[in-house]
């Protein structure tokens, strides 16, 4: 079994940057900084702790015909050695592992279904983790597969992570809880029909679920799944942003 990897950061890919920041910062409550770099790239905040970054999608990922989505980092002791794995297991690589100044080397890759992820060997010392549901932190990362259970064999047999509770979800098949070090991070399902694509969700902790659905309205985004409560006693909805990226909202409150 490999070293346990974490999810280590988030990114939106976006057709509008100013658009998406003005966005998020008000439905998820997160502050804005800009990053000091060549590239146009926003870093938001919980507090002052950052927890994703919002780019334009780079012309070589829009020629391969990439649209606004949220993807996720994952942790990786050796990108290079990370990313020829991936490869050998079936996966793709669609951008080799290259360097960030001052921040890292990383690699865009998929797993053998097709959902996109990325590594990173970061160069900077991580920040402390803040406490569990706080606002504008991800509470939950959830895959879509093509086939769940040969997805979750990839992600295990890749990065170490271990099964928790699976619950049975009849007709939509087995909900596969997975853990990192213990501690409860995701799940993974075969994708419902009406998804076109495998493809990563993750979910914001927001203050209170019905007051940020409001703020996804009146923002112009949409609500895609309606409020429900799941078991432990979170609220979530589904949602998708005024240029399409699709994410999800999870509360302790409606």
């Known amino acids: ?39 146009p790239y926003v870093i938001v905040k919980a507090g002052e702790t950052g927890v994703a970054g919002l780019m334009t999608i780079p012309e070589e990922a829009k020629a391969m015909g990439a649209r606004p989505m949220w993807l996720a980092y994952i942790h990786a002791e050796d990108v290079d050695a990370a990313t020829q794995s991936v490869r050998q297991a079936g996966g793709q690589v669609y951008r080799e592992p290259a360097d960030i100044p001052e921040v890292g080397r990383f690699s865009v890759v998929t797993d053998p279904q097709g959902a996109t992820f990325m590594l990173m060997t970061p160069n900077m010392e991580g920040q402390p983790p803040l406490p569990e549901g706080t606002p504008g932190t991800v509470g939950w990362n959830e895959l879509y597969a093509g086939d769940g259970p040969s997805a979750f064999e990839f992600y295990s047999s890749q990065f170490g992570w271990t099964k928790d509770q699976a619950m049975d979800m009849g007709e939509m098949g087995i909900y596969q809880i997975f853990a ?22 993750f979910y914001f902790n927001v203050d209170g679920l019905d007051a ?18 799941v078991p432990g006693g979170s609220w979530i909805a589904g949602c998708m942003d005024p240029q399409g990226a699709l994410f999800s909202l999870v509360s302790m409150t409606r």
């Open 212 to 229: 940020a659905l409001a703020r996804v309205k009146e923002k112009n985004g949409k609500v895609v799944l309606e409020p429900m409560q």
């Open 1 to 39: 079994m490999p070293k346990q990897s974490h999810f280590i950061w988030y990114e939106l890919m976006t057709s509008d940057l100013a658009g998406a920041e003005a966005f998020y910062t008000e439905v998820i409550g997160w502050n804005a900084e800009p990053w000091p770099g060549e590239m």
């Open 180 to 201: 990192i070090d213990g501690k409860m991070c995701g799940a993974v399902m075969t994708k419902p029909e009406n998804v076109p694509v495998p493809m990563w969700q």
